[in-house]
């Protein structure tokens, strides 16, 4: 009987320890490592959302990964590492908590080497020269002179990956190369540096905007469940923007002054002027396939559109809707949630609708996002803050889309299926208001 007992309890210490190793192999990094790439893969089955960071000395990376069923994978550019090097990739909830983490060695490739017709007479430079730095849609394209110089260090960053190359000068001292930026965001800045090689010297530093390709308009559709209805969108802010000293509103003797600040996300770096426009472009493709009819405050980058100004661009189009699209920002890192702010002591907002109409249409559009994004955290205020929805003769809403301080919030914002979902939410939220509003059966 004490044998039985003792074989008893053996199996069942045994049982944590294969459960625990049963897991571990479950939540395995699987990793490739190939010629100046290394792809990897991954289960994370409660994550739908996960970050991944790699690492060599030369070459490094973040990155979004969106998956239905938790089974993730990704490729690690590694573009100027030759030899055989330390890597380490890890994964990450949005969060910030470890999931899991992979180290190994790069493998060597074969790499550049010196032209031996350099006249070695000439004086070393100490900045390059005729620099020709070129966004193209997948990189950087550069060229420059540096004479004397036989090798130099290249490196082009952005806030979302670093790439070094110890690069050959070619005849008379000239350098050329192209730069794939595969996990930079549209719009983001990219720094190149060149350095001398044994004292990292700068020699010469500029810094250009990521390519951004503006979304191709959707066509119209003749039919659908928005038709007849116009929406204006605005998208929040530009590249550059100017302060303004504007009335308040139309019945309001005060004066607004608005501010050249914007939100940027706190991991991605990315600015809310780019972000808006993203959204507001999907948004905007996606009433047209509705059949609704869509006026664009703006629709690039490089542009200024005065406070006034994108209230009268709606204004003169006759629009039912305007939704002013802004991401938000606050000291403590924990806030997140949607927030839609309506006006309400305007006389133009008092012409548009009651007080109690303009809330349940501000909670109406409110909970089309929450139910699309999945997020339940946020709230509807009606106040006189915004010089936009004043001068809105028709229903304006200011939505808040997340807040890009959260680190959560802003990594999930950076990806194409959650800003479909945030642009997808604000067009069930129209339907509901036209039919609310009477404009659709």
């Given at each position: 009987?004490k044998?039985?007992?003792c074989l008893l309890?053996?199996?069942l210490?045994c049982?944590p320890?294969?459960?625990?190793a049963e897991t571990a192999?479950?939540t ?14 991954f289960?994370?089955a409660e994550?739908?959302f996960?970050?991944?960071k ?7 990376g973040e990155?979004?990964?969106v998956?239905?069923?938790?089974v993730f994978?990704g490729?690690?550019p590694?573009p100027?590492?030759f030899?055989?090097l330390?890597l380490?990739?890890t ?5 910030g908590k470890?999931?899991m ?6 493998v060597?490739a ?5 032209c031996?017709?350099l ?9 390059a ?6 966004v193209?849609?997948?990189?950087i ?5 540096v004479p004397?110089?036989?090798k130099v260090l ?11 190359l ?6 008379g ?17 990219v ?15 500029e810094t250009?905007?990521a390519?951004f ?7 119209q ?7 007849g209805v116009t929406?204006?969108?605005d998208?929040?802010h ?5 302060v ?8 309001f ?5 608005t501010?050249?600040?914007m939100a940027q996300?706190v991991v991605t ?8 426009l993203e959204?507001?472009l999907?948004?905007r ?7 609704a009819?869509?006026?664009?405050t ?8 005065g406070s006034?100004e ?6 003169d ?6 939704l002013r699209l802004h991401?938000?920002?606050r000291d403590?890192a ?9 006006p309400?002591?305007s006389?133009?907002a008092m012409?548009?609708a009651p007080e109690?109409e ?13 139910a699309?994004t999945g997020?339940t955290?946020?709230t ?6 915004y ?7 028709m ?6 889309m997340g807040y ?5 919030e802003?990594?999930?914002?950076a ?5 479909n979902r945030?642009?997808?939410g604000m067009?069930?939220?129209?339907v509901e208001?036209s039919?609310?509003r009477?404009l659709?059966e």
């Open positions: 009987m044998r039985l007992v309890l053996g199996l210490l049982l320890l294969c459960a625990g192999k479950k395995a990094m699987d990793v490739e490592v190939r010629e100046h790439e290394a792809l990897f893969s289960e994370a994550q739908e996960v970050y991944v790699f690492s060599s000395k030369y070459d490094s990155m979004v990964l998956s239905q069923d938790g994978s490729v690690c590694l100027c590492t030899d055989e330390t380490t990739i994964a990450y909830t949005l969060g470890t999931l983490r992979w180290d190994g060695k790069t060597p074969e790499g550049g080497s010196p031996d017709t006249d070695k007479t000439v004086r070393a430079a100490a900045t020269r005729d620099v020709v730095m070129t193209e849609p997948t990189g394209r550069y060229s420059f002179y004397g110089r036989a290249v490196c082009i960053k952005s806030p979302q990956e670093s790439h070094t110890l690069a050959y000068a070619g005849e001292y000239t350098y050329e190369g192209f730069q794939e930026m595969p996990l930079t965001y549209a719009d983001d800045n720094t190149m540096t060149v350095l001398t090689v044994e004292s990292s010297y700068e020699l010469y530093r250009v905007h390519y390709a503006p979304l191709e308009a959707a066509a559709a003749e039919t659908g469940r928005l038709s929406v204006c969108i998208p929040g530009q590249r550059k923007t100017q303004e000293t504007v009335p308040l509103g139309p019945n003797t005060k004066q607004s002054t501010t050249v600040g996300g770096g990315r600015r809310e002027a780019i972000v808006t959204i507001g999907m948004l493709n996606m009433l047209l396939e509705e059949g009819n869509v006026v664009m703006r629709e690039v980058q490089d542009t200024f559109v006034l994108r209230a009268e661009i709606a204004n189009a006759g629009a039912d809707f305007v991401c938000n920002s403590d924990h806030v997140q949630g949607i927030v839609i702010y309506c309400y002591q006389s133009y012409e548009a109690d303009y809330r349940e249409m501000g909670f109406t559009l409110l909970h089309a996002m929450q699309a997020q955290k946020g509807c205020t009606l106040n006189n803050t010089v936009t929805n004043n001068w809105s003769k229903p304006s809403f200011l939505v808040e890009l301080s959260n680190r959560e802003d990594l999930k914002i990806t194409d299926v959650y800003k945030l642009a997808q067009v069930e939220g129209i208001l039919r609310m009477g659709i």
